[in-house]
T-cell receptor
């Protein structure tokens, strides 16, 4: 069965410090991978998605970047965090098979607080 | 431009009664719709989905209805239970969308009163 791991669960970082959140998927190959952010009281905002190794698409210009060094690994990074980067970050995967409708599966999320 | 809208930020329902959560969309090209449930500090979990070739899909206490002409879908939970208290998101996608994105509503917080 497929599983998705996201860590850390919580993180408190000072303004200006770097960020690295990691997400790995097991039990599937060539998944589509996504990073979302949920700000307090708001919906899910898609930040990045990837349809393959090294292929990253950004949905929202911001202080963050993403990388996919391996097929089932997706990393969210920042060189210098801003206060506005605080939020709940979610990694998700969905099948990479074309024309196949399936649900997306989410990790447990990371609560990032920038102080 | 919000393509998927959940116009009710919150909904309060008595335990044992029916909960009806609504979602509207604007893009007629959407052909697959999903409902997710989310507890605080957790990732969303998939509940139920429906393809545009159907108008109803049922799974236990959960039923999703799709009205394509009105571009509207709803999630019915019967009977409502305390554990159903959570935020519910609807999402939509297009099969032909090469990036396989899900377009999300803003969520509705469901509160089940004992």
């Amino acid at each position: 069965s497929q599983t998705i791991h996201q860590w850390p669960a919580t993180l408190v970082q000072p303004v200006g410090s770097p960020l690295s959140l990691e997400c790995t998927v097991e039990g599937t190959s060539n998944p589509n991978l996504y990073w979302y952010r949920q700000a307090a009281g708001r919906g899910l905002q898609l930040l990045f998605y990837s349809v393959g190794i090294g292929q990253i698409s950004s949905e929202v210009p911001q202080n963050l970047s993403a990388s996919r060094p391996q097929d089932r690994q997706f990393i969210l990074s920042s060189k210098k965090l801003l206060l506005s980067d605080s939020g709940f970050y979610l990694c998700a995967w969905r099948t990479g098979k074309r024309l196949l409708n399936t649900e997306a599966f989410f990790g447990q999320g990371t609560r990032l607080t920038v102080v | 431009d919000q393509q998927v809208k959940q116009n009710s930020p919150s909904l309060s329902v008595q335990e044992g009664r029916i909960s009806i959560l609504n979602c509207d969309y604007t893009n007629s090209m959407f052909d697959y719709f999903l409902w997710y449930k989310k507890y605080p500090a957790e990732g969303p979990t998939f509940l139920i989905s429906i393809s545009s070739i159907k108008d109803k899909n049922e799974d236990g206490r959960f039923t999703v209805f799709l009205n394509k002409s009105a571009k509207h879908l709803s999630l019915h939970i019967v009977p409502s239970q305390p554990g159903d208290s959570a935020v519910y998101f609807c999402a939509a996608s297009r099969t032909m969308d090469s990036n396989y994105q899900l377009i999300w509503g803003a969520g509705t917080k469901l509160i089940i009163k004992p």
